[in-house]
């Protein structure tokens, strides 16, 4: 089965996340997991992220560590999740060496092409709708999906307001990957690994 799935977590980790996220990462459709946590300690982030790593490791999931290259490092992640306000890519690829750097582009064009020169490994466009995660995330739309197909040789991300009902549509368009959060985690009908099943 194809790993479509780009899985961001919880905006709280509470104790039962981590056997949700065992259920839901052994459906095997996700291929990334980012712990994104604003206004956490650094030292809780780290401690979560080393409780995930051991969870995202037997099921061969890459942990992208959102904001933080240094977390990222301590934590030896997979990769790291820059926004365009969070420090430049070529320094987190110069301190990461090896591990994955992906970048928010919005809507744009130009952002895409910045990213695609500093040589980063994949791009994330949005938000395509309303999402929980985001309230007050750029609005994104499929032109700039299909554009990256046409001119971007690299993974393409998809995020913002993606459920089971519109996500094909993001995958038509040109995403490798659709980024998914309140979907899953605060769905008020549907447990995280039932609704993680929609996505194939």
Known sequence: ???????IS???INKDFYDDLRKVLSKKNVKFFQL?????????I??????IKKITKKYKVKLIINDHPKISKITNADGCHLGQNDGSVIDAKKYLKKKIIGVTCHNSKSLAKIAVQNK?????FGSFSKSKLKPNAKKANLKI????????????????GINNSNYKKFIKSGAKYIAISS???DNPKLKPEIAIRKFK
């Open 1 to 7: 089965m194809k790993k479509l799935v780009y899985l």
């Open 145 to 160: 999906l299909r554009w990256a197909k046409r001119n971007i040789k690299k993974p393409i991300i998809a995020i913002g």
């Open 36 to 44: 994104r946590l604003k206004k956490v300690k650094k030292s809780k």
């Open 183 to 185: 979907y899953i985690w």
């Open 120 to 124: 980063a490994d994949y791009l994330a």
């Open 46 to 51: 780290i401690s979560i992220a080393n409780e």
């Open 10 to 12: 919880p905006n709280k």
